[in-house]
């Protein structure tokens, strides 16, 4: 195998995960390292868009053997107890990472990608290949992924500008069995977040949160944080209080950060949430993970002939095509997710879509990509 054909993918979330079986398949030898051990929990309100459906099959992933829930109609519930009922005009499916990440692990596994379960700690571009310290050892490689995800020690390492402003939020997710239809995702909002809840596979409903970080610095812990914040909204409060908790402590991350980010530096390829994440309110960072790979995948293949790889070539083009598909979206996200998490600028938008249906439709539409 030549230089040029060896590839080192840093992080096994769905972007790295689906980069390794494309590029696997396209005859790489792909090295993933991944810190942590399949299968494993991520907070995630585990809702994709339909958008994602065909290319994940056409990866050779059998979603509906999964049994992932169809999810058809959506809710927007305010503080005030309002609520906006609408229907999906994409839809999507409610699918746990814990069963779509190991399905996506065990298939690039079964196509020769070689994992190492081991931790990331330096990167380098060096006389024109890639040195990449691992916990374990140094590795080389001409092509390196950097997939590692929204926030990992390397953007230190690295010197991401991001990485030194404060994030205000933190993301929790817990497994309940509740009593909601099968086919509705509900967004409830309180003071400095909202929540959603959709059901995922095994009759089972993720419930997952952003909140800004202050709501926490202010009370005693997570549970008093939703006893005295969450619970102000009618339908969030009876939602934890006539729920089965699944996990004994919820999954809970920190310091999540919707800046924009860098996708290339000294010949690194960002992709997934390290190159720039969307709001979840808008539903679609998992589509986006898989998207992104797909499109750096093929900027890749297309700039590799035979032994040569126009590194410069296949840098513009993913620069192009991935600022082309998600600049706008991650930018209206953003917007977006401003009308929510103040209780009367939320209000004031349920309000608005209930009165106008026109318009609902329009904000549904800008958080649902296309099929691609
Ligand atoms: C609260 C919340 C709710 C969300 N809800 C939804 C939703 O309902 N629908 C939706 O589509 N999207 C949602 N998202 C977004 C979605 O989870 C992400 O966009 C998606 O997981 C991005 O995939 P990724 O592969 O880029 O990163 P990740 O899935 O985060 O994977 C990164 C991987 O890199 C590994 N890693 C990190 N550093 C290192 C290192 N140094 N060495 C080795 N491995 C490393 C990590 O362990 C991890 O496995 C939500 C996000 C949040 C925060």
């Not at 977006?336 to 103040?342: D, K, P, V």
Request: glycine content about 8%.
């Amino acid at each position: 195998m030549t230089g040029h054909k060896k590839i080192i993918i840093i992080g096994g979330g769905l972007s790295g995960l689906t980069s390794s079986i494309l590029l696997q398949k396209a005859g790489y030898e792909v090295t993933l390292f991944e810190k942590k051990r399949y299968p494993f929990h991520r907070v995630c309100g585990e809702y994709i868009s339909n958008e994602a459906w065909p290319f994940l099959e056409s990866l050779g992933i059998r979603l509906a053997e999964l049994k992932p829930s169809q999810i058809t109609r959506l809710s927007i519930t305010s503080q005030r107890g309002r609520e906006l009922l609408t229907n999906l005009s994409m839809g999507g499916f409610g699918l746990s990472r814990y069963k779509l990440d190991d399905q996506l692990y065990q298939h690039a596994q079964r196509l020769g990608v070689t994992f190492l379960f081991e931790k990331v700690i330096d990167i380098q571009f060096k006389n024109g290949s890639f040195e990449i310290t691992s916990e374990n050892g140094i590795h080389h490689s001409t092509i390196a992924i950097a997939a590692y995800g929204k926030r990992s020690n390397l953007d230190q390492k690295l010197k991401r500008s991001f990485f030194y402003n404060r994030s205000p939020y933190l993301g929790v997710k817990y497994h309940i069995k509740t009593d909601l239809p099968d086919n509705l995702i509900r967004l409830d909002n309180f003071n400095g977040g909202y929540s959603g809840v959709c059901k995922i596979e095994d009759e089972k409903f993720n419930l997952c949160y952003l909140s800004q970080t202050v709501n926490l610095k202010k009370h005693e812990g997570i549970s008093d944080m939703e006893e005295q914040v969450l619970y102000k909204n009618p339908f969030l409060k009876h939602l934890f209080k006539n729920s089965e908790f699944i996990y004994k402590k919820p999954e809970v991350i920190n310091e999540i950060s919707f800046e924009p980010k860098t996708l290339i530096e000294d010949h690194l390829l960002f992709c997934g949430d390290s190159a720039g994440m969307i709001t979840p309110l808008c539903g679609n960072g998992m589509a986006i993970a898989f998207h992104s790979a797909k499109i750096l995948s093929e900027c890749i293949i297309n700039s590799t002939q035979g032994n040569n790889l126009n590194r410069q070539a296949m840098e513009r083009d993913y620069k192009e095509r991935w600022s082309n598909e998600f600049t706008l979206r991650l930018t209206s996200g953003r917007i977006i997710q401003r009308l929510f998490g103040s209780p009367l600028l939320a209000e004031l938008a349920v309000t608005a879509m209930k009165n106008l249906p026109a318009l609902n439709q329009i904000i549904v539409k800008k958080t649902h990509g296309k099929v691609f």
